[in-house]
């Protein structure tokens, strides 16, 4: 890779990494609150109440789409509404426990996709520097032929005059060979169909955690129209 297309990477990790950080913080504030709200129910589960209920979900999702829109504010009903639907049909959500439940099974799929995408980019970074070496190692190697050819009087001079791609093919050469003392079998061509197999895999998640940071929208959707709802008919749950 050309120092413009590492620098580009590493700006492609910071982003991933500032992501998955917002959503893990999102995630934890969603399981506080999800851990409240069980509680509460709790409490009335003890005192015979059944407060799970298959038909929350529609419940919710008409609430807003019902709702009214702010002036000049975008409308985000349809969006929000068959949001909702889907995740409390994805996890079975019908109730504040189911919700927990949920928000857990989130945050265990987040923390994957966080030790997918390390080990991706660990492999990438390890890929790109043995392909690097050996295209400097093939690219300048006819200067250091060169220089092998030379009378000893005039290699002092070629050196002067050729040292950065002398540097260049040596370095190379120096881990091209260490790889090969721990086992290693230098192959170019394998090495760049496993960079394009990790570029592929690369793709599918960056799409995983695109998924992932719309599931917590609507997990957080979801938080917002439970409260709403429990604010009309139980407003002393929220009473302090």
Known sequence: ???????????EIRQENKLLSQLEARLARLNAWAQYEKKRDE????????????????????????????????????RDSTGLLSIMHEY????????????????????????????????TIELNAHIDAYEKWRKYRKHYQTREKLPEAKRTAFERSHEYELRQYRQAAVALHRWQVEGEKIDYNGWKAAMAYLDKEQFMLDYQLQ??????????????EFIQENKQKRPERYGR
Do not use: F, W
Not at 1 to 11: A, D, I, L, Q, W
């Open 1 to 11: 890779m050309s120092p413009t297309e590492v620098g580009e990477k590493n700006r």
């Open 43 to 78: 409490l009335l589960i003890a005192q015979g109440e059944d407060v799970s209920k298959s038909s929350l979900r529609y419940t919710l999702a008409s609430n807003i789409l019902a709702s009214s829109v702010m002036p000049n504010r975008k409308d985000h009903r349809l």
């Open 211 to 224: 998924e992932r940071k719309e599931k917590v929208r609507r997990m957080e959707v979801v938080k917002r």
């Open 92 to 123: 079975n959500i019908t109730d504040a426990a189911s919700c927990a439940v949920a928000v857990q099974q989130l945050n265990t799929e987040l923390y994957s996709l966080r030790s997918k995408l390390k080990e991706t980019h660990d492999l």
